[in-house]
């Protein structure tokens, strides 16, 4: 079984990574890490909330047409 889960372990090392950042894009948070960036900011729950409110906003105001 050792030898082999060390012929497996990259694989699933690789699976794991790829599927925490599908996580993260899915829930926003890389969008929030991006944000965080670029506005000099750190994470704060007053923070989260104005990402939050920003992100629905423009995804409201501007709704997909047909």
Same mark, same amino acid.
């Given at each position: ?20 950042? @599908? ?8 969008? &929030?890490?991006?944000? @965080? ?18 992100? @629905?906003?423009?995804? &409201? ?6």
């Amino acid at each position: 079984m050792t030898r082999a889960w060390r012929r497996l372990q990259p694989a699933a090392s690789k699976l794991v990574s790829t599927l925490a950042g @599908l996580l993260g894009e899915l829930s926003d948070q890389n969008a &929030y890490r991006r944000h @965080l960036a670029a506005h000099g900011r750190e994470h704060s729950a007053a923070e989260w909330r104005r990402f939050s409110d920003e992100r @629905l906003h423009g995804k &409201y105001v501007r709704p997909k047409c047909c």
